[in-house]
């Protein structure tokens, strides 16, 4: 009884509280927060009109289609963006053979110390090696962009919501602010040193726009527009944030099939187990 | 323990004899979850809960076992680290996705568990050290999957363990000593990384023993069952193996399809993109959210925003205010055997007390979990502050209210009865 009472009263004092001091001041001042005018952030995702391969339960690497996102991590964005973990050996998984694989990594300088002196320096890299930074330090890397580092992109597509589209929509969002939407601010204007972006989260972002139409050739004949690239990069990253998506999948299902097997037998022994229990349905 | 009419274990090799006699753990077995333990038969799919939360504690240990091996507790290569079993630890991803989705299939089915308890009474006498003891072990689990998701060391493992260290902050007098050295520093470092994974590695196995406290327990009054009658005889009652082992191993294999296929096919749709993020104690997130299964709770936390005033004089901080209403929310759970004294057990047979259950605690729940997901903004804060208000209406003013003024509607005279229709009542039953 005196649980209850107090109980009672705690409840209602508490209650009391909260609406008194917490939901009376918010109701008075409540507010829809106005939207602003000029919002051309574009949150939705775009996507390439035909998808990813590697989408949905069954989708599977497009390895030509990695190879070539490689190629514009490579060529394009290796100039400023770390890769670091990744290994030059994962590269095998892109159906290059160990030779070339051998061959891709020398190509690489990576850092090292020299065995004579014990001083740092330089060395071709060897498949065990990880993608290295083009920057010696975070320090060097803001120096050089602006204050803004170039983020490692090993992991992009996994760090944003819905990050395979959400590479492809930024590398597309490079585009002039509506003109609508900017008589609706005539003060907007992007600042020295940022790109408008309609992607990326505050509009205007450090890093200049990159993919140009034929800025790589491709030597397996794909044209090298700017939605192609965007699409190959975009699904380089989802291999490099992901390497095992595919196997995963397959693997689960093994696992689901295995398992959808064992509890129909589950469900058919507990049926037997229990047939002379339950009452016939009248 | 339990029932006159339970079996007894009669070990039948020299070999089981031999043990029966120096070490009766075969006995002990068959008594807690073998045919020793006579359960009633009625029970519906709700009480598949218990054996899948021991189930997920199991999963939980031998996963995390095999990844506190690849793993490392040092701010330095805690992330980088947690990389390395997800690429080159062999079948590593799975066992980290295993890890992290068995965390909030342990949650979800510790919700069902627990919600299961609310609607047909299963704290009431004399079942409160059950009920008591299983709100510990609430606890205990909210305290390690804390710890757990601070592991891996992303922006939402170091950003959500600030919020929820600061916490500590609120506490009068003592707050602000007391969170630095919970920390062990002014901000989440590496001797918090070090302490959190020990003691996540540690309270997994505290939980083990609270459940065997739990069971031990439950095997004094015997489990409950959906019309809340209490077990009269042996008709009312299955041996709990071969039944519910067998019910409960369908349920098992439901539950298995379900959790694999977040595992290989959803695997990171119920963690946060931030958390791929390296920490970065200098960039705050644009939302610090915790993982979905403590939203509810993050949401009262948040209800309160204005601090208890009176004549210009602050009372009690908002902040404070948010603590207590958190914990309380917990804390509430421990009192219900005696706010609740209805004497009907099940919800079944009490009109008024299902409908404020089905049309007020549950929709409050989810309205506490979305608005915990979602930032502090108008509408949010307005709604999660209603249901916070009637969340506490709920426990402390509804239920002993209605468990005054209801009646209730006719109880079956035994199981035996709800089960088949008709109960020789008094008759002598006939041994089957």
Known sequence: ?282 | MSFAWAKQYEPKTPFTKWMDEKLPLPRLVYSAVGAGYPVPRNLNYMWNFGVLAGFCLVLQIVTGVVLAMHYASNTEVAFAQTEHIMRNVSYGWMMRYAHANGASFFFIVIYLHIFRGFYFSSYKAPREMIWLLGVVIFLLMMATAFMGYVLPWGQMSFWGAKVITGLFGAIPLVGETLQTWLVGGFAPNDSTLNRFFSLHFLLPFVIAGVVILHIWALHIPGSSNPTGVEVKKESDTVPFHPYYTSKDGFGLGVFLILFTFMVFFLPNTLGHPDNYIEANPLSTPAHIVPEWYFLPFYAILRAFTGDLALFGVTLVPAKLLGVIGMFGSILVWFFLPWLDKSPVRSGNYRPLFKKFFWFGLVPTMIILTICGGLPAEEPYVVLSQIATAYYFLHFLVILPIVSQIEIPKPLPFSITEAVLGKDDDGAAQPAE
């Open chain 1, 1 to 282: 009884m005196t649980i209850r009472l107090g109980g009672i009263i705690v409840g209602l004092g508490l209650t009391a509280v909260l609406l008194l001091w917490s939901l009376l001041p918010g109701v008075l001042n409540f507010a829809l927060p106005e939207k602003p005018d000029y919002y051309a952030f574009q949150e939705e995702n775009i996507a390439p009109e035909e998808g990813f391969s590697f989408e949905g339960p069954v989708g599977t690497w497009d390895v030509a289609q990695l190879q070539r996102g490689y190629q514009v991590y490579k060529e394009v964005c290796a100039a400023c963006h770390s890769l670091k973990y990744v290994a030059f050996r994962n590269l095998e998984e892109l159906a290059y053979t160990e030779a070339e694989v051998r061959a891709e990594a020398a190509a690489w300088t990576v850092p090292g110390i020299n065995p004579e002196t014990g001083e740092t320096t330089t060395r071709p890299g060897l498949p065990t090696d990880q993608f290295p930074s083009p920057y010696q330090n975070d320090v060097a890397a803001r120096a050089a962009n602006n204050n803004a580092i170039p983020p490692d992109l090993s992991l992009m597509t996994k760090a944003r919501k819905d990050g395979t589209n959400y590479v492809y929509s930024l590398m597309m969002g490079y585009v002039d602010p509506d003109p609508a939407d900017q008589a609706l601010s005539p003060e907007f204007e992007t600042p020295e040193g940022l790109y408008f972006n309609e992607h990326f989260y505050n509009i205007n972002i450090a890093m200049a726009p990159q993919l140009t139409p034929d800025r790589v050739s491709y030597s397996d004949g794909t044209e090298a527009s700017v939605e192609n690239m965007a699409a190959d990069i975009a699904a380089f990253l989802t291999w490099t944030a992901e390497p095992s998506l595919v196997e995963r999948k397959q693997t689960g299902w093994f696992v689901i099939g295995f398992l959808l097997f064992a509890t129909f037998l589950a469900f058919l022994s507990y049926k037997q187990i229990w047939a002379g229990m339950k009452p016939k349905k009248k």
